[in-house]
């Protein structure tokens, strides 16, 4: 006991731990010199004999689980299998894919590495030099407008409809979970099969155009812009209850302190709404930012939906693809292409998620 | 001192709004702008019951038109063609066709499409609740080198678009021979099970539940000299179980829901799920040979209403799931 106590004081490695029941009934520990320091109220012990110059500290849980190091391997090998055969090697794969030129998907055969899967999807240059007549048109001419289009109109109005249903759901006493749950029944549809009923509401013979006393084409036959009327309501309607249920979570916790103080000054609606709410609500603001986001850039069913193809008539023209449908259209016959525009995404994705955290920053209150 | 600290703490005193009469001769009223308190009061009061009635209108029309969609694909799903067709819509069908429920079995093999939904999402959930449970395990309780390096490479991959990996799980899917010429169902089961297996932010989701779970019940179990693998499954398990059965439910809308990879690795569609089925079904009259809408929403109403009492069922379930780990399937 004295040597362990003269011990300390010369300032040798020792391991301290506090008594505590936790330490004392593990099982299978190891065994040490160990005693009680009367002056300090701990169990003093000297480290494992074989390396006794290092300091070890022991603590009850760490004691057991240290040695388990196979253990915890053991337990995540399933899904380490699994995240490095469908996830990790399937990213570093596409992108090296996107730097190949004529790759076969069905042999894994490439004729050497290029750039020109980039330059070919946006249309400046042909699939290979020696067939200069097969030009891309369609990812420039209609997916990437189509996907901006979505992301700009979509992303803003859902977001900013959603905060204002929350905000009145949050201030209203009577029904306010039963209209809560009727909000958020478009999330718990079967994605294609809602698109089809808008398809039928907007069509030629349908209720938009009776009830409006027009005889647009909105499906059918119709222009890529007006398309897209449909097109975004119809992604407004599936995207907001997500969003009124994370906005509404978010609103519950906001201390009532704030409305009364802002009551007492008689501010108005409008300025607690912006001075009060949205500053409190900005890391759910943020977070709903960024995933719808990017959910917009990979708008794919809505468009199966609704228009059953790429287009509005048919395979023709695809004049409703987004970047998305390009992929899948693509992944088939021009893999290399479809890899290319896959990896034109996710930089598209990174560089849009980067400028929101960097925005974020000053206007975010966490 | 107490004597100091006795006034800080004693209740203070307030007027209330109504006039004060302090003897015969002096009575205090508080008014504001020339009005009355009773008139402010009474202004407030109608002021509020104005907003409140503004609210519920605002969210009644709101409402409406979210539930729309839903009632429009019903009631035309009860349809004749030609009313559907017809240049006066109706709001309420004139003859309810029930029959449309029998035809729609003629075009759209509800049966085997559900069937192949079923096998898909149970297998591919089991697998994900068993290495979700195990990984959240590792990463929430046992100690092991690496353990944070892993844990952070998981969830940058949660940052990464999906369809990054389609194209090449496609590829690998297809060097396992599960698809190309002479597929069998079998193969395609697998092809639609196998990349599904795990779920990153389901092990990330269950790990968060899992930390909660207190040191102590862990250290009681090992001085009752139980193993890391019963503590697992007879006590972190069931104290997980909201958890558990969100996940579930999850994924098997997620199922119920997916389109894109079941049509790129099936060859046949008797081997699709039910949203493929919906898609590439001709909804078409048999005997006539034209489109028929009220067939088509019959089939929507047959996909739409599994999942709607799934909600009625499990609400709570799926609401707290959806708003902790914020995506589908």
Known sequence: MEEISSSIKKGKPVAVEELSASSMFLDERPVYDEGYDQESKTVVRLVSPKASN????????????????????????????????????????????????????????????????????????????DNPGAMEVYFVRYAIPNTFIIVIVTVPISTFLALIISVALNSIKWFQKTLQTLFFLPYVTNAIAVGMVFSVIFDDKGIINYIFGLNMNWIQNATQYVAMIPLCIYIVWSSIPFKILIFLSGLQGIDKQYYQAAQIDSCSKAKVLWKITVPLLSPQILYILITSFMGAFKEYTAVVGLFNGPGTSGKGDPNMETIVYYIYENLNSNTSAAAAAAVFLFVIILVFTALQFWASKKRVHY | MSEIAKTAVAPKKYIDFKDVVVNDNIVISLEEAGQTTDAIKKAEKVSKIITTTLTYIFILALVALVIFPFYWMIITSLKQNTEIQASTQTFFPTIVMWSNYVHVFQVFDFGRYMWNTIVVAFFSTLGTLITTIFAAFAFARLKFKGREGVFMIFLTTMMIPGEMMVISNFITVASFRWIGEGQTLLQAYLAMVVPFLTSVFYIYLLRQNFKQIPNELYLAAKVDGKSDWSFLWRVMVPLAAPTLISITILKFMGTWNSYVWPNLVTNSPDYRLISNGLRGSAFVDVDSGQTEYGYQMAATVLVTVPLFLLFIFFRKYIMRGVGRAGIKG
């Open chain 1, 54 to 129: 290092k300091p070890y500290r022991v603590r009850g849980i760490d004691d057991v689980a240290a040695r388990n190091n196979w253990k915890g391997w053991l337990y995540l090998a399933p899904v380490i299998i699994l995240v490095a055969v469908f996830l990790i090697y399937p990213l570093v794969n596409t992108i090296f894919i996107a730097f190949t030129a004529n790759y076969q998907y069905a042999t894994g055969t490439f004729d050497g590495l290029t750039l020109r899967n980039f330059g070919y999807i946006l249309g400046l240059v042909s699939k290979s030099a």
